[in-house]
């Protein structure tokens, strides 16, 4: 079979093909052909050397796969046929191996390509706005990337929820877009310093949560967006860097920062990150809630879709299809 391969760290154009062996499923384990693989920002981490405990060169990246399972493992209580979505080590292959556990159907009337959108993004985006931030009905959030795939999630749930969502962006296009899904005050941080955009859009009171994906600098200036009780979900650092929260802000501002790890999670506290499924099927299904699917590329040109992300050109969800 053809995947994808990370030979050593380092920029996009270390992704290459490469021919591997058809996985075989372990032990409550399936087999999936795969028909699309979701692109994250966290791969591009990987790729770069940058992802703590992430694998060693050389391995197949993806971490979301969609598909048909193919084949069954002992104890793996599913059928050959079944459509699913997968949370996967060795996602970026025509075939992949999954555990049951880490199995989601895909929802009636959804493509595969909207399906490997799902997983990371809804779950990561639910996670960190209610059941580590949150948020309830009328209160107000601050989006970072908002147009992006765990952005273009997190919007729309917020928006469902009843908060008042403010966004970030680097152009008017993306926010368009972030708009069409809910959110209010769009904010262009390439032309506007997005600190001062949210305290002059609330009387300097600030917003109750702020989820940071982003890291650096932009952590720290996030705290200062929030109103005193106000709480911060981190869950990455798409800058490169990890952010450094001023303890003296925390301390005067009774302010919270909560860590959020959708693997590590996943791996301690399941029941807590798989909680919303069931809503979240049944939203994606009715049409309530929308995978936003950017832009696809072919399983080759991997690379090429890393570098459409790190340019920052990518809005919604960027997949792969074999």
Same mark, same amino acid.
């Given at each position: ?8 760290? #380092? ?111 809804? &779950? ?8 580590? #931030? ?7 959030? &601050? ?60 009387? #300097? ?5 702020? &989820? ?111």
């Amino acid at each position: 079979m053809e995947a994808i391969e990370v030979s050593e760290f #380092g920029d996009s154009d270390v992704l290459s093909t490469a021919e591997h062996d058809v996985p075989e499923p372990g032990p409550s384990e399936v087999r999936i052909a795969v028909e699309a693989v979701g692109v994250n920002f966290a791969d591009i981490m990987q790729r770069r050397g940058n992802y703590p405990g992430g694998p060693q060169p050389t391995y197949v990246p993806g971490m979301e796969a969609a598909g048909t399972v193919e084949a069954v493992g002992e104890n793996a209580d599913r059928e050959v046929g079944e459509r699913v979505v997968a949370m996967t080590q060795q996602g970026y292959a025509e075939y992949t191996t999954a555990s049951v556990d880490a199995l989601f159907d895909v929802p009636e009337g959804m493509g595969f390509e909207g399906a490997a959108g799902f997983p990371v993004q809804f &779950l990561t985006a639910h996670n960190t706005l209610f059941e580590w #931030g949150g948020l309830t009905d009328g209160e107000s959030v &601050l989006i970072h990337a908002a147009a992006g795939g765990v952005g273009t999630a997190a919007t729309q749930l917020a928006s469902r929820a009843g908060a008042t969502v403010f966004g970030t962006a680097s152009s008017r296009e993306k926010l368009d877009l972030a708009e069409e899904l809910g959110c209010e005050i769009p904010i262009d941080y390439t032309e506007t310093d997005f600190a001062d955009a949210v305290n002059d859009a609330t009387d #300097g009171a600030g917003v109750d949560l702020v &989820l940071d994906g982003v890291g650096g600098d932009t952590t720290q200036e996030s705290l200062s967006c929030l109103t005193d009780f106000g709480r911060m979900t981190v869950y990455g650092a798409a800058s490169g860097e990890p952010g450094h929260p001023d303890t003296g802000t925390l301390l005067f501002n009774n302010h919270t920062v909560l860590g959020y790890h959708l693997g590590q999670a996943m791996g301690q506290v399941p029941g807590r990150v798989l909680g919303a499924v069931p809503d979240l099927t049944e939203a994606l299904t009715s049409g309530d809630l929308e995978v936003i699917v950017g832009q696809t590329f072919q399983l080759a040109e991997a690379g090429d879709a890393h570098a459409y992300i790190e340019n920052r050109e990518s809005s919604g969800k960027v997949v792969l299809t074999p």
